[in-house]
C-alpha cells in the first residue's frame, strides 16, 4: 500500500441505511474513502450493488428485518461514480470483519485487494453454526477469497495496542468480540488527525464515553457478539483511548449521530 503515495483526503460515507430503530434514529453504515495520491482505499464497503438489486437471495431473508433501505444510490461504487471515480481507482479495501453489511460491497471493486485477519477470513470460509451462517454471505467470501490478504503477525503497536501497518497512515488492530477476526482500522486524516473505524466492536457513542448503553443497543450487542466477554473488555479499552489526550477519534460503523458529527 505504500506504493499510493501519501493520504490527502479522507470522506465518510453512507453505504446503507438501516431503518430499524435500535434505540434512537436510523442506523448507518459508515465509509471511508480514503483518497491517496495515486489510488483510492475504502475502509469497511457497505452493501454492494447486487446485494440492493437482488436483497434476499444474496443477503438471506431474516436481513430485512433490519428494514434496510435497500438504495442503489447508497452504495460506495455508485458514490464515487458521483465523485469522479471509477471502480478500478480504488486500490484496497480495508476491512473491519467479513458479516453481510460490511463486506458485500467489495465485491463491487474487483481490481482492489481486500485486508482482513486470517482469523476472520477462516471464520467466513468454515460458517461453522447458525450465526455464521447468517452473518457470512458465501457469494460475498467468493468475490474476495482470490484476492484477499489475511494477516496474522502484528507488525507493530499504535495507541499501545499490536497492530498491522498496511501504510504510514493505515493501521489494521485486531480488536475480537463481535466476531473472533474482528479488526479496528486507524487512519491518520492530514486534515483532522487520528481516525479510529471501530467496525462494529459496539454499536452506539455512549460505549465511549463511558455511559452505560440502553438495554435494546446491550441486547442486539450481546446478541451478534461471538465473545461477549472480550466485546465488553475491549469497548472499556476504547473509551479509555476516546479520553486519551492526544488518541483517535474514535467511531463506530452505525451510530447515525457519529457519523453526522464527521461529516459536517
Ligand atoms: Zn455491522
Redesign the pocket.
Known amino acids: 500500500m505504500q506504493s499510493l503515495g501519501s493520504l490527502v483526503r479522507v470522506r465518510h460515507i453512507n453505504c446503507g441505511t438501516f431503518r430499524a430503530r435500535i434505540g434512537g434514529p436510523a442506523l448507518v453504515?459508515h465509509v471511508l474513502v480514503c483518497e491517496f495520491e495515486h489510488g483510492l482505499v475504502l475502509v469497511d464497503s457497505g452493501l454492494g450493488t447486487d446485494d440492493v438489486a437482488h436483497a434476499t437471495a444474496r443477503l438471506g431473508a431474516g436481513f430485512r428485518l433490519l428494514l434496510p433501505a435497500l438504495d442503489s444510490a447508497e452504495t460506495a461504487l455508485d458514490q464515487l461514480d458521483r465523485l469522479g471515480w471509477t471502480a478500478n481507482d480504488v486500490t484496497d479495501v480495508v476491512l473491519t470483519?467479513l458479516?453481510l453489511?460490511?463486506a458485500g460491497g467489495a465485491a463491487d471493486f474487483p481490481s482492489a485487494t481486500v485486508h482482513t485477519t486470517a482469523v476472520e477470513l477462516k471464520s467466513a470460509q468454515t460458517r461453522s453454526g447458525i450465526p455464521a451462517k447468517v452473518r457470512y454471505r458465501p457469494t460475498h467470501l467468493a468475490a474476495i477469497e482470490h484476492r484477499s490478504a489475511g494477516y496474522v503477525e502484528c507488525s507493530g503497536e499504535l495507541f499501545g495496542m499490536a497492530g498491522h501497518q498496511l501504510h504510514d497512515s493505515v493501521w489494521m488492530i485486531p480488536m475480537p468480540g463481535?466476531t473472533a477476526g474482528h479488526s479496528v482500522v486507524a487512519i491518520r486524516d492530514p486534515e483532522h488527525g487520528w481516525l479510529l473505524h471501530a467496525?462494529?466492536a459496539f454499536?452506539h457513542r455512549r460505549a465511549v464515553t463511558g455511559q452505560r448503553s440502553g438495554r435494546s443497543i446491550s441486547m442486539a450487542e450481546a446478541l451478534?457478539a461471538d465473545d461477549l466477554k472480550l466485546l465488553r473488555t475491549n469497548q472499556r479499552r476504547l473509551a479509555d483511548l476516546s479520553t486519551t489526550p492526544g488518541g483517535p477519534r474514535v467511531f463506530c460503523?452505525?451510530d447515525p449521530i457519529q457519523f453526522r458529527a464527521l461529516i459536517t
Open positions: 453504515s470483519h458479516d453489511d460490511h463481535h467496525g462494529d454499536h451478534f460503523a452505525h
